[in-house]
């Protein structure tokens, strides 16, 4: 085995679902030559159990591991990472010391921060890593050139963007004919992420993710490579239901259009989530109806506010226009409740104030909305991650000031501090758990446990039969855990 790849979600969730970056590497590398075994659901592993399968896969020959920071937790729960940073981390040192410790993922700039001068990873990689982790391993196996590094807070980082003089041809999301592996111990019918495209139209104030502000068509997959994979999967291991990967998945009428048609011809009933723009459906009559041939069963709706003036700063002006009146007609009218889907909502805009997003709770209460989240507003002033928001380079512009806690630097504007809306963020959620139904993600990962899905999506989450869900992820569990045993090493 070349490369072993390590993954899961943050500490306190029980959620099983797969996080598609390493699995996307592995595919990639093996492409290129290389043997790699991905080792999923770490945060459901004890530490013995997680020890005993990377011993399985890692031999003499073996020289490169990863660990994928894909989420970064919070408070408390941030002694998950330290058990991988500070404890697994170390011991695998002591007990391979041929091996080099690399990491990437959503998180891996928070975990630079923890982890500075190289004390716990050889490498961080920022950004997609499709060719600079091949380059690297191309280093580190078949003596190529380093891919350009740079020193951040004392650790060496790789950058999407970085220099890679030896690479033949550069990977190209258009032509990707990704397929899981047999490796990956895909199980039956389980629900699966997968990739349409990358990047996004619009170009949101507060995001952060890369290749915004694109072109309808660019970074768009090959729609007979999508079909092909939907087919093998289902053939293969009888996957009916995914976690659709593309930020925004209605930004183009004619690519619905197609995807219909390939969801048509497929010789089952697909079932997917996908992020949504409710303004593109507003915006385009027959829409709403082609996602459902296409089949759709959940969206995520980035509404984030209602207000007008907090709307329009962030760059969003169809929802403090429009959502209010909309989005219950949507849902009860023109969707008829088949399709569910999760509101998000933002805590910090300005001029928002605890009034104004009070009221939006109790908006979504009075018309029977199936869910809806609150986030926190996250702005940074540290520009040294993979991607910056333009609240983060120019938050001073916007209205946001700065304040110090417990020696953190953390936003504020005249209606709230981060702490004020840290507070608010939970007393929203508190207040919103009785009313939320089974939605989008957390929809579409019960099909791996063998629920129903249509029946599922009118289900209060507050209702589930917690103990029987539990007994299910346990099953899938320990038979994810035999299939990785089972594999040749």
């Known amino acids: 085995m070349d490369v072993i790849l390590l993954t899961g979600i943050i500490s306190s969730t029980k959620r099983l679902y797969r996080p598609w970056g390493p699995y996307q590497l592995a595919w990639y590398l093996r492409k ?7 080792i999923d659901f770490l945060h459901q592993l004890d530490k013995a159990k997680v020890l005993e399968l990377i011993a399985k896969f890692v031999k003499p020959e073996t020289k490169v591991l990863g660990w994928n920071a894909m989420f970064m937790p919070h408070g408390e729960e941030k002694w998950w990472v330290k058990a991988v940073c500070e404890e697994l981390i170390p011991e695998l040192r002591r007990r391979y010391p041929q091996l080099m410790f690399v990491t990437g993922g959503a998180a891996s700039h928070d975990v630079n921060r923890m982890y500075r001068n190289r004390r716990v990873f050889d490498y961080f990689f920022y950004g997609h890593a499709e060719d600079s982790l091949l380059a690297f391993c191309n280093h580190v196996y078949r003596g190529k050139q380093l891919p350009l590094t740079e020193m951040v807070l004392g650790n060496r980082v790789i950058r999407e963007t970085a220099v890679m003089s030896d690479l033949d041809r550069k990977f190209d999301i258009r032509e990707c004919d990704h397929f899981w592996h047999d490796r990956d111990n895909i199980q039956p019918g389980e629900s699966l992420p ?3 495209g990358r990047g996004c139209i619009f170009k949101c104030k507060f995001c952060r993710y890369p290749y915004i502000g694109k072109s309808k068509d660019d970074f768009k997959r090959r729609i007979d490579l999508v079909a092909q994979e939907l087919a093998y999967n289902y053939e293969k291991w009888g996957v009916r239901n995914y976690y659709m990967l593309e930020d925004t998945f209605n930004d183009s009428n004619d690519k619905i259009e197609a995807f219909a048609d390939v969801s048509r011809q497929l010789p089952f009933r697909l079932q997917f989530a996908a992020y949504l723009r409710p303004d593109l459906i507003w915006a385009h009559p027959g829409q709403a109806d082609k996602l459902r041939e296409a089949g759709l069963i959940s969206g995520f709706l980035g509404v984030e ?4 003036e907090s709307s329009h700063l962030i760059g969003k002006d169809w929802s403090g226009k429009h959502a209010k009146e909309w989005l ?4 009860h009218n023109i969707w008829n409740k088949e399709i569910t889907f999760r509101t998000s909502l933002i805590v910090g805009i300005p001029p928002d104030t605890r009034d104004d997003l009070v009221s939006t709770h109790q908006w979504a209460v009075d018309n029977g909305l199936p869910n809806w989240k609150w986030h926190l ?8 991650g993979a991607w910056v928001s333009e609240f983060d380079r120019n938050a001073d512009q916007y209205g946001f000031g700065w304040y110090t806690e417990n020696g953190v630097t953390l936003w504020k504007t005249s209606y709230m501090t981060w702490r004020e809306g840290k507070n608010l963020q939970g007393e929203l959620e508190t207040l919103s758990k009785p009313y939320q139904k089974q939605d989008c993600w957390g929809l579409i990962e019960r099909g791996t446990f063998g629920y129903d899905l249509q029946q599922d999506r009118d289900a209060l989450i507050v209702n589930i039969d917690k103990e029987e869900a539990a007994e299910r992820r346990k099953r899938f569990l320990n038979q994810y855990v035999e299939g990785l045993m089972g594999l040749p090493s």
Do not use: A, K, T, W
């Not at 290129?32 to 991905?38: I, L, P, R, S, T």
């Not at 507003?377 to 040294?384: A, E, K």
């Open 32 to 38: 290129n030559g290389y043997e790699v075994q991905v």
């Open 194 to 196: 997968i990739e349409m």
């Open 305 to 308: 506010s209602l207000g007008r």
């Open 328 to 331: 219950p007609h949507l849902y």
């Open 377 to 384: 507003l996250n702005i940074n002033r540290d520009q040294n």
